[in-house]
């Protein structure tokens, strides 16, 4: 069975269309990563309650590359996008974005580095509500000090097919199109990865394969490369690949998957844990 279907009808390719990097194939040589973690590791705490949210995370996520992170909770998914997205610092390991080791970077340079080359989308899509349409996708090119490029809003806006709806307020749009302006947003500033966190958590069934399948249109047609938590298996066969996490480090991956194998993966992964938390139970009654 596949549930990959086809990009939504919503996508066009305005001829203002922007331009991003070209494509480098699916190599997976680190020196042609995205997104490289190096033996990652983040604690919280210390002494007896140091929790380990990751244990040592090795990864190099290609160009052009579409990636669904997923795990049962608690198994350091959140952790995992926030230390790779510069947004919190690994206790141990490093991480490079295009090639750059962000990990000894200054916060100031780090910011820099967030507004200009990655691109956030969260499950509460995160517009704001006084700005228009069109503001709220120029935002990050204004923090990174450019020059707002309204030609470049408009026609990605088009693409996800909101083409004349630059002057409404975010309150006036459905959540599917709220949604659809917060990719617009990630896209604007051409970022080397955009990371997604549950983004089609607070959406309906069609609205969020419309929204997976702009992410999807944005990997194969303009060489963006995704990362993206979803515990959604549908969600996560967009994907080219699936990284499963449990207790902080990997636990199996599949290679195009579809959401049934992806679900059966889930369910061993969930029933290990409960399996460990009763054996642990046992051995401290
Ligand atoms: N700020 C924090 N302080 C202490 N422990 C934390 C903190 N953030 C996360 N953790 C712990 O780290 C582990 C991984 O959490 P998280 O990355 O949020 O998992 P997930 O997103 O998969 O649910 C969990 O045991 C969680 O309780
Ligand atoms: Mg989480």
Known sequence: MRLRPKPASTVRTAPTAPQYPPRTGGGTAAADAAVELRAVRRTY??????????????????????????????SGKSTFLQCAAGLDKPTAGSVLLGGTDIT?????????????????????????????????VLLPQRLAGGRPDRRRAA???????????????????????????????????APEVVFADEPTGALDTNTA????????????????????????????????????????????RLERPDPTEIADHMVALTTAGTDRAARIARAAA
Do not use: C, W
Not at 46 to 61: P, W
Not at 108 to 133: A, D, E, M, Y
């Open 45 to 74: 705490g210390r002494g007896d309650s140091t929790v380990h949210a990751l244990r040592g995370i090795d990864l190099a996520l290609p160009r052009g590359s579409f990636t669904a992170v997923m795990g049962p909770s608690g």
């Open 104 to 136: 000894g970077l200054s916060e100031n340079k780090l910011t820099q580095l967030r507004r200009s080359r990655i691109g956030f989308i969260f499950q509460s899509f995160n517009l704001l509500p006084s700005l228009t349409v069109q503001q709220n």
């Open 155 to 189: 026609g990605l806006l088009a693409q996800v097919g909101l083409e004349g709806y630059g002057r409404r307020r975010p309150g006036q749009l459905s959540g599917g199109q709220q949604q659809r302006v917060a990719i617009a947003r990630a896209l604007v500033t």
């Open 209 to 252: 394969r419309e929204v997976l399948g702009l992410l999807r249109h944005a990997v194969d047609r303009l060489g963006v490369t995704v990362v993206m938590v979803t515990h959604d298996p549908v969600a996560a066969s967009f994907a080219d690949r699936v990284l499963f996490l449990a207790d902080g480090a990997f636990a199996g």
